[in-house]
T-cell receptor, first 110, second 114 residues
Framework: TQLLEQSPQFLSIQEGENLTVYCNSSSVFSSLQWYRQEPGEGPVLLVTVVTGGEVKKLKRLTFQFGDARKDSSLHITAAQPGDTGLYLCAGVGGTYKYIFGTGTRLKVLA | EPEVTQTPSHQVTQMGQEVILRCVPISNHLYFYWYRQILGQKVEFLVSFYNNEISEKSEIFDDQFSVERPDGSNFTLKIRSTKLEDSAMYFC????????????FGPGTRLTVL
């Protein structure tokens, strides 16, 4: 069974601080995605990383895929209250199956 | 902008009853998915559907569950005899052609089994 563990589970920080969320697995994935989910809504895709060691930037968000394609991290610089939400990683096990991580609930205080 | 829609937004049912959750995927998409999210827990893959058949399913998707694309636009999830532990948010998602990786999720249906 493929599992994705995220850490930390909860994170509460002040506006302007930096943070890193980790997504770890013992399985290799062809690619890995990061989503953000707001209360009462479905997840929204932020980024897909495909190549081991790949780094992608989306404004203040930096995503990295581990060299072995088993883990990933999301770094947010100068967090803002609008970054508050549930962050989910998802391993792509093929065209047809996505395995979601355990989630990190982020709260950014003004 | 095209979006995935789901109905109803909230369904309350008695244990043992059948429920059908409905989804309208984005019109030119080819891949369809159902996920569930028990309150406070992670998003769990249930099933994927492509070319009018199930492509892959998880161990959660047992004989009580079925999916159908009855008319080329709707995509439904049926739970034959609901259990208390089926209470969750159910999300439908759709994806375009092979080689694309973006799933678009609907807003979900909250299923409450009493």
């Amino acid at each position: 069974t493929q599992l994705l563990e995220q850490s930390p589970q909860f994170l509460s920080i002040q506006e302007g601080e930096n943070l890193t969320v980790y997504c770890n697995s013992s399985s290799v994935f062809s690619s890995l995605q990061w989503y953000r989910q707001e209360p009462g809504e479905g997840p929204v895709l932020l980024v897909t990383v495909v190549t081991g060691g790949e780094v992608k930037k989306l404004k203040r968000l930096t995503f990295q895929f581990g060299d072995a394609r088993k883990d990933s991290s999301l770094h947010i610089t100068a967090a803002q209250p609008g970054d508050t939400g549930l962050y989910l990683c998802a391993g792509v096990g093929g065209t047809y199956k996505y395995i979601f991580g355990t989630g990190t609930r982020l709260k950014v205080l003004a | 902008e095209p979006e995935v829609t789901q109905t109803p937004s909230h369904q309350v049912t008695q244990m043992g009853q059948e429920v059908i959750l409905r989804c309208v995927p984005i019109s030119n998409h080819l891949y369809f998915y159902w996920y569930r999210q028990i309150l406070g827990q992670k998003v769990e893959f249930l099933v994927s559907f492509y070319n009018n058949e199930i492509s892959e399913k998880s161990e959660i998707f047992d004989d009580q569950f079925s999916v159908e694309r009855p008319d080329g636009s709707n995509f439904t999830l049926k739970i034959r005899s609901t259990k208390l532990e089926d209470s969750a948010m159910y999300f439908c998602a759709s994806k375009g052609a092979v080689g694309t990786d973006t799933q678009y999720f609907g807003p979900g249906t909250r299923l409450t089994v009493l």
